[in-house]
């Protein structure tokens, strides 16, 4: 279990992290998210002591993390593919920190076979590309077989089948009990990937809770219509309350309602004679409740006029 308990950095007069509080559990994967600049990275390195906070605390199984005598045997962490020795061989790097964690030495093949770089473990990592270069991050992070993982940004620079893989992964890790800390941008990993969130922006806790009712806090509400009558549809819903913008290209019948529920519009379009092709209830998904969310957070918004 992670736990951040009122953890603060501040640089000279910039706050990056204000007294930010919550628990990651076992058992699940926690998603952490927040616009850029939002504090993230900053928080991951506090629990994993590369910072030093200036307040609060963080604790992982109950103790700082600089208080476990072998690291690798209570966290395994990514936090940046690059930041590796381009020199060294994929097995010569993890063989070096398994004897400094008094790992078993066979665990080594163990985990480059798990990420899927078995056969190129004699290779300079210095000639991998990123997604090679995650992928020996995850099997770095494997290597103590920690109750606690965290990633940063773990898929980019993978391809669609690498993208898949470490989705598997995360899901099986957070299936056998261990604690998964997943930090991305990519909103449909989040979607695929996690079940429960914590969202943070300009270094402050936005919302701890479930993927589905974080989703569900964004206020938009449609029905997509689809109707070769969406001009005659159009004025029958305005009439009846609903606010109607098409979707798509013009001429291809499709609307978005608002202010009406389906059931409704089915109803007024029986009522009225008018065929419906289409007619699906539409939520909020995770990037808008997001965007919406989060826009009072966005360190340097693109667009806004100055």
């Known amino acids: ?54 307040g609060g605390a963080a604790t992982v199984g109950g103790v700082p993390f600089r208080d476990h005598l072998r690291g690798l045997r209570h966290v395994g962490a990514l936090l940046d593919a690059n930041q590796v020795h381009g020199g060294r061989s994929a097995a010569a790097h ?30 300079r990592i210095g000639g991998f590309s990123l997604g090679m270069k995650q992928r020996l ?11 606690v993982l965290m990633f940063d940004e773990p898929v980019n ?3 669609p089948e690498g993208v898949l ?7 099986r890790l957070a299936a056998e009990g261990r604690t ?34 974080f989703a569900a806090r964004g206020t938009f509400l449609g029905v997509v219509v689809g109707t070769p009558r969406a001009t005659e549809l159009t004025a029958v819903l305005v009439a009846a309350g609903a606010s109607v913008e098409p ?30 092709h289409e007619l699906t209830t539409r939520t909020a998904s995770l990037e808008e409740a997001f965007m919406e969310l989060t826009a009072d957070s966005v360190e340097y918004p693109a667009g806004r006029p100055r």
Not at 137 to 147: E, Q, R, S, V, Y
Not at 188 to 200: G, K, P
Not at 252 to 272: E, F, M, Q, S
Request: hydrophobic fraction near 40%; avoid cysteine.
């Open 1 to 54: 279990m992670i736990e951040v308990d009122e953890l603060t950095k501040r640089y000279g007069g910039t706050m990056a992290v204000d007294h930010l509080s919550f628990t990651v559990r076992p058992g699940q994967v926690t998603g952490f998210l927040g616009p850029n600049g939002a504090g993230k990275t900053t928080t991951l390195r506090m629990i994993l002591g590369l910072e030093a906070p200036t």
């Open 94 to 123: 993890p063989s070096a920190l398994a004897r400094s964690n008094r790992i078993p030495s066979r665990r080594v093949d163990e985990v480059l076979g798990e990420v899927g770089l078995a056969d190129v473990a004699r290779r």
């Open 137 to 147: 991050g995850i099997a770095t992070a494997l290597l103590g077989d920690p109750p």
């Open 157 to 159: 620079g993978m391809d």
């Open 165 to 171: 893989w470490v989705r598997r992964l995360f899901r």
């Open 180 to 213: 998964v800390f997943l930090s991305s941008h990519l909103m449909s990993e989040m979607e695929n990937t996690a079940d429960q969130l914590v969202v943070i922006g300009r270094g402050r806790l936005v919302a701890a809770e479930s993927v589905r009712d």
């Open 247 to 276: 979707q798509g290209p013009s001429g291809t019948g499709r609307l978005v309602v608002t202010g009406l529920p389906a059931d409704r519009i089915g109803a007024l379009a029986l009522d009225h004679r008018i065929v419906l």
